[in-house]
């Protein structure tokens, strides 16, 4: 009986709700408050600005990429600083055209002033047909032209749908050589931009 009377004093001191707590140790509850808000704010800026984790699948990138998903790291800072940094032969993830709201990967073959075959496979278009790509707008298409819905289905691409230009797909995690080397690239990029401007 001793022992339920004991147990039942130390359940009546425990905060019963966060009120109370808040009531009891303001400081500590609003300090740890504000270290929540930073932190998620810097997880925010981070995915925004560096660089993220995505998933891209489907059967347009084969061979380059497999049809079942593979992971690749975006790099947002590149594209971000430099736009001029976009070249031909660079695989871009950016919002689909046809489809807002979702996010493909292709490859640019084409820029600002330059002309293109439409399709060079002849599949979709004339092989001996050509088209001039605009000021602001890129010519991208899918590795796997047979299956690819790419510049070759709607035209030249305006490049401010282009988020991100992405670094190699990682093929193995159990290495931390993977994160050393993004860490290098990252830092290698940001150094670069200083030294230039």
């Known amino acids: 009986m001793h022992m339920l009377s004991s147990f039942g004093r130390r359940l009546r001191r425990l905060p ?22 930073n932190f998620a704010c810097a997880c925010h800026l981070f995915l925004e600005y560096v660089a993220t984790v995505q998933i891209v699948y489907g059967p347009s990138m084969l061979p380059t990429m497999s049809e079942a998903g593979e992971l690749v790291v975006e790099n947002r800072m590149r594209y971000r600083i430099d736009p001029r940094n ?29 002309t293109i075959c439409v399709d060079p496979t002849g599949l979709k278009a004339p ?26 289905d709607y035209g030249p691409v305006p ?4 988020r991100v ?12 050589s993977v994160v050393f080397e993004l860490v290098r ?12 401007r």
Request: proline residues 7%.
């Open 16 to 37: 019963i709700n966060a009120f109370t707590a808040i009531r009891q140790n303001p400081k500590s509850v609003a300090l740890g408050g504000l270290y929540t808000i």
């Open 127 to 152: 092989s001996t047909e050509h088209v001039f790509i605009p000021k602001g707008h890129c010519w991208l298409v899918g590795d796997n032209a047979a299956l690819a819905r790419d510049s070759r």
């Open 185 to 196: 690239l990252l830092s290698h990029e940001t150094h670069m931009h200083y030294l230039v």
């Open 86 to 114: 976009l070249k031909r032969g660079d695989l871009v993830t950016l919002e689909s055209p046809i489809e807002p709201g979702r996010f493909i990967c292709k490859r640019v073959l084409g820029l600002p002033g330059d």
């Open 165 to 176: 230009i992405p670094f190699p797909q990682l093929q193995d995690f159990s290495d931390l």
């Open 159 to 162: 490049m401010s749908l282009i």
